[in-house]
């Protein structure tokens, strides 16, 4: 029996009551209006500045509150903002905080801070590291309003602070703040709509959120990260269940509200069913990413990372994520969105071909010592299982002595941003994906960037990814823009920032007791009801 037809099997096993054992209810959420939510993984740690694992932000969405939040037309509006003006000539910036913020332990939000939150965000995010080279100063003025002094306009500012990728710039009391930007940090307490229940969540089970009554949402419709963050629930609790066959039953049943990420193969028995609803989760899609650690060897040689990219056929990628149904995927010679207007090719006409003879060739040209390449698979995320299981065989059909670390996602988020050799801990490769909300241009992107140490993970250096990307920030126009994203792209194929394994849009299924839920980036519980 293949994976497809067990999983199958086993889901609808489930859906008779067959399997799934029902789930623990605490007995303090017994009258209250609970959403059981199912994560796309883990929560693992839990510090959103720390590390980059989308699992995280989406958790430190409903915790810690923004200065700014992108919307639904990817354009940055007020949250904790009240008002901001510009100089003239664009150097510096005054912010003033809306009145009534509050932090779940009962304290102000005040400006200092904003500014501790800042200081440890621009350590951490590429895009806030440009920030703070070319910042003059970040203080705070008095309680409510703080300035920022820059040497050089930033007219991305806003954007940088409302993204929806990670990290985000969320605030936090001045004495969390603090915590060194490269130490998790340990208290929970943040300003935004739900409070973390810390005494409650057991990683590798669950973790609970409670409302925070004292929230006072903006009084703008929501709208992705922006707008009033309105709680329509007491709780929401989510329950990890990696197994998709156990997670689909559990709907089906009734035991959980909400499913983040079905995998494709269970759609159709879920669509089945009269009490579930399935749709899009954002129409933005994914980009399925191969990511190769540029320290060390093999992959410190471009032309062996090159090897990869010719190699590597798209579609055997995207047919493991989605399954037969090709409306949900298609190829992807770079690195940004389809169908939004920095999309480009350039440079990509030999990328995700599958054309082994000519990898094995390049490899063998590039001087391949045969050195183990550690490529450290999460076995609990389905999107990074199904990529992981096409590269250990991609890499063995090249010539590659591989060695295939099957883990969780958990421990690939504090793996990964180690740089110690291989005998000591290190890795070669690990599979992601980024939201393609996040991949629009380079300003919300860290993934694309090739700045060194300062980089992503893997810690690309090539000076012409760099070089496009600084021409993209300065681009006085669209058409400009769009210029420097061509040499961009086609730098970041050419040194292989990392390689794209294709574009795919994903499912998120929920009862249809459950209203208000959203096509977007991240699950938004703001507006979200339960009958």
Known sequence: MDRRTFLKTSAALGAAGLAAPRLATPALAQNAKVLRFVPQSNLANFDPVWGTQYVVRNAGAMVWDMLYGVDANLKPQRQM????????????????????????????????????SLNRWMARDPIGVMIKAIQDELAAVDDTAFRWRLRKPFPKLLFALGKTNVP???????????????????????????????????????????????????????????????????????????????ASAALQNGEVDWWENPIPDLVPLLRKNKDIRVDIADPLGNVGSFR???????????????????????????????????????????????????????????????????????????GYKGEKVVCVVAQDQPITKAQGDITADLLKQIGFNVDFVATDWGTV????????????????????????????????????????????FGWPTIPAVESGIAEW?????????????????AAALDGVVYAPTGFFLGYQAWRKNVEGIVKGPLPFVWGVSKA
């Open 168 to 246: 985000g710039a969320f605030i936090m009391p001045e004495r969390i703040a603090k915590t060194d930007p490269f130490t998790q940090i340990t208290e929970y307490v943040g300003s935004g709509p739900m409070k973390f229940l810390k005494n409650e969540w057991v990683p590798g089970a669950r973790a609970a959120f409670e409302t925070f009554k004292d929230y006072k949402p903006r009084d703008e419709p929501a709208s992705w990260l922006a707008g009033g963050k309105r709680m329509l629930i007491d709780r929401v609790e989510w329950v990890i269940m990696p197994d998709a066959a156990t």
């Open 473 to 489: 920030f300065d681009a006085p126009d669209e058409a400009s823009e769009k210029v420097a994203i061509d040499k961009t792209n």
């Open 81 to 116: 903002v009240g008002s901001e003006e510009m100089s003239p000539d664009g150097l510096t910036w005054t912010f003033k905080l809306r009145p009534g913020l509050k932090f779940h332990d009962g304290e102000p939000v005040l400006a200092k801070d904003v500014v501790a």
């Open 292 to 366: 190769m650690n540029h320290l060390l060897p093999p992959f410190d040689n471009p032309k062996i990372r090159q090897a990869v990219l010719v190699g590597m056929n798209q579609e055997d990628y995207m047919r493991a994520i989605v399954g037969d149904d090709e409306a949900l995927w298609k190829p992807l010679p770079g690195f940004f969105t389809p169908g939004t207007p920095l999309y480009s090719e350039a440079g990509g006409a030999k990328v995700g071909k599958g054309d082994i003879e000519t990898a094995k060739k390049m490899l063998k040209e590039a």
């Open 413 to 456: 988020g504090t793996r990964r941003a180690s740089k110690a050799p291989i005998a000591q801990g290190g890795w070669n490769m690990f599979h992601t994906w980024h939201a393609g909300a996040d991949a629009i241009n380079p300003a919300g992107y860290p993934a694309v960037r090739a700045n060194g140490d300062k980089a992503w």
